[in-house]
């Protein structure tokens, strides 16, 4: 009897600690500051706890349900919501509720317990925040970002088809500035033919900036088309090269081209190619002081259809620091000090990053400060050379020496 008097007791204070932390729950749950619901499978409401949204009364849950609750148009997501919580997962949902449909309502849910083998449906717990404000915030910075949007499109549309009226009145004062540093109509002062040296070189400066810009809003305007056609690469990386070769020979800059010695074909836009190395190599002999080595090379990463051509330029000159090398690629981005970012406008290797992701391919830069720079750009355009068909006529080279 001693003994079962003892077991009563036991089994008694443990019902009585129960009871108080069953108590200690619902009180933390009821002064929190959402709403906290337990619900069978189809979204009925079984229990509540806490501060309810103003939007989302508790008593209709109890009757009619949550799915009811919703705003119609919401009501698909949450019974997604609702499955995936029913099926294990954690469920997220944003709707609007049908009493208040400014109002937002963030619904997060779980389902209660691990899952049972019996034939009892599982039940879940939601908790239910007003993201009223939240949701207000998002749709002002989505208006934002479309009308920044709008504007920037509106920008670059102006700007692409601007290019004939930019152009034409600056050909005409390169055209008649030449004509008078060349005294091809008789002799002019020299004091006079000096500043019309001045005004063909500053011409010649803002016609490379007004192509630059050009051609970075055509992209960004969705109007570059390019002209896709077959070539050999060592072609027009040659070309590049003797545009340069005058700049890199005045400032004393040993300019070098590494090529492969048999043909590489690659099926590309020839111009945007010849950009691509031209606004490379002007950047890194601009970069590069006297004395400095800049090295352009050319080679075909694979022989199959569609493997990488990959450019590089490598110079000797200034370098970029690391802070800086993040923001290189994008329009009107430069590094260096202020001396440095007076010699460009930062729109060089933004065109060559967006013809080259034209192209399908990417640019990447490695640089160490006062040690030089090497731009990348690998584009998937080489054509594999064609293995010869048997019994397709060949071409024999004659022998000389025979």
Same mark, same amino acid.
């Given at each position: 009897?001693?003994?079962?008097?003892? &077991?009563?007791?036991?089994?008694?204070?443990?019902?009585?600690?129960? *009871?108080?932390? *069953?108590?200690?729950?619902?009180?933390?749950?009821?002064?929190?500051?959402?709403?906290? =619901?337990?619900?069978?499978?189809?979204?009925?409401?079984?229990?509540?706890?806490?501060?309810?949204?103003?939007?989302?009364? !508790?008593?209709?849950?109890?009757?009619?349900?949550?799915?009811?609750?919703?705003?119609?148009?919401?009501?698909?997501?949450?019974?997604?919501?609702?499955?995936?919580?029913?099926?294990?997962?954690?469920?997220?949902?944003?709707?609007?509720?049908?009493?208040?449909?400014?109002?937002?309502?963030?619904? #997060?849910?779980?389902?209660?317990?691990?899952?049972? %083998?019996?034939?009892?449906?599982?039940? $879940?717990?939601?908790?239910?925040?007003?993201?009223? $404000?939240?949701?207000?915030?998002?749709?002002? +910075?989505?208006?934002?970002?479309?009308?920044?949007?709008?504007?920037?499109?509106?920008?670059?549309?102006?700007?692409?088809?601007? @290019?004939?009226?930019?152009?034409?009145?600056?050909?005409? !004062?390169?055209?008649?500035?030449?004509?008078?540093?060349?005294? =091809?109509?008789?002799?002019?002062?020299?004091?006079?033919?000096?500043?019309?040296?001045?005004?063909?070189?500053?011409?010649?400066?803002?016609?490379?900036?007004?192509?630059?810009?050009?051609?970075?809003?055509?992209?960004?305007?969705?109007?570059?088309? $390019? &002209?896709?056609?077959?070539?050999? *690469?060592?072609? #027009? *990386? @040659?070309?590049?090269?003797?545009?340069?070769? !005058?700049?890199?020979?005045?400032?004393?800059?040993?300019?070098?081209?590494? =090529?492969?010695?048999?043909?590489?074909?690659?099926?590309?836009?020839?111009?945007?190619?010849?950009?691509?190395?031209?606004?490379?190599? @002007?950047?890194?002999?601009?970069?590069?002081?006297? /004395?400095?080595?800049?090295?352009? @090379?050319?080679?075909? $990463?694979?022989?199959?259809?569609?493997?990488?051509?990959?450019?590089?330029?490598?110079?000797? /000159?200034?370098?970029?620091?690391?802070?800086?090398?993040?923001?290189?690629?994008?329009?009107?981005?430069?590094?260096?000090?202020?001396?440095?970012?007076?010699?460009?406008?930062?729109?060089?290797?933004?065109?060559?990053? &967006? +013809?080259?992701? =034209?192209?399908?391919?990417?640019?990447?830069?490695?640089?160490?400060? %006062?040690?030089?720079?090497?731009?990348?750009?690998?584009?998937?355009?080489?054509?594999?050379?064609?293995?010869?068909?048997?019994?397709?006529?060949?071409?024999?080279?004659?022998?000389?020496?025979?």
């Amino acid at each position: 009897a001693l003994a079962f008097r003892l &077991s009563a007791a036991r089994q008694t204070r443990r019902l009585a600690a129960s *009871v108080a932390a *069953v108590a200690q729950v619902e009180t933390v749950l009821a002064g929190q500051p959402g709403l906290t =619901l337990v619900l069978d499978a189809a979204g009925g409401a079984l229990a509540a706890y806490g501060a309810a949204p103003a939007a989302l009364p !508790v008593d209709p849950l109890f009757d009619d349900g949550l799915v009811a609750a919703v705003h119609a148009p919401d009501r698909p997501a949450v019974l997604a919501a609702l499955a995936k919580a029913r099926a294990g997962g954690e469920a997220q949902v944003r709707f609007a509720p049908r009493l208040a449909l400014d109002r937002r309502i963030l619904m #997060v849910l779980r389902r209660l317990g691990p899952a049972t %083998g019996g034939d009892e449906p599982p039940r $879940l717990i939601a908790l239910a925040l007003d993201a009223t $404000l939240a949701h207000a915030r998002e749709a002002g +910075l989505d208006a934002a970002r479309a009308e920044a949007e709008a504007q920037n499109a509106g920008k670059s549309r102006f700007l692409a088809n601007m @290019s004939h009226e930019l152009r034409t009145p600056l050909n005409a !004062v390169l055209g008649f500035s030449d004509i008078m540093r060349q005294r =091809l109509f008789g002799p002019i002062p020299d004091r006079y033919a000096d500043y019309a040296q001045s005004i063909h070189e500053a011409g010649g400066h803002l016609l490379d900036l007004i192509n630059d810009v050009l051609d970075v809003s055509r992209i960004e305007a969705a109007r570059y088309e $390019l &002209s896709i056609e077959r070539f050999d *690469v060592r072609e #027009v *990386v @040659s070309a590049a090269v003797a545009l340069v070769r !005058v700049q890199a020979d005045d400032k004393g800059v040993d300019l070098a081209a590494v =090529l492969p010695p048999e043909a590489l074909t690659v099926a590309a836009d020839r111009r945007a190619l010849k950009q691509i190395t031209l606004n490379l190599l @002007s950047n890194a002999v601009k970069f590069t002081p006297a /004395g400095g080595s800049v090295t352009v @090379s050319a080679e075909a $990463l694979g022989t199959h259809p569609g493997a990488d051509l990959e450019l590089t330029v490598a110079d000797t /000159g200034v370098g970029v620091a690391p802070e800086d090398l993040a923001r290189l690629g994008r329009p009107f981005e430069q590094a260096g000090g202020a001396e440095q970012r007076a010699q460009g406008t930062g729109l060089g290797l933004s065109l060559v990053r &967006s +013809l080259a992701e =034209l192209h399908h391919g990417a640019m990447s830069i490695d640089s160490t400060l %006062g040690e030089g720079a090497a731009v990348t750009v690998r584009l998937p355009i080489v054509v594999a050379a064609r293995e010869p068909v048997e019994g397709e006529a060949q071409v024999i080279p004659l022998n000389r020496s025979a």
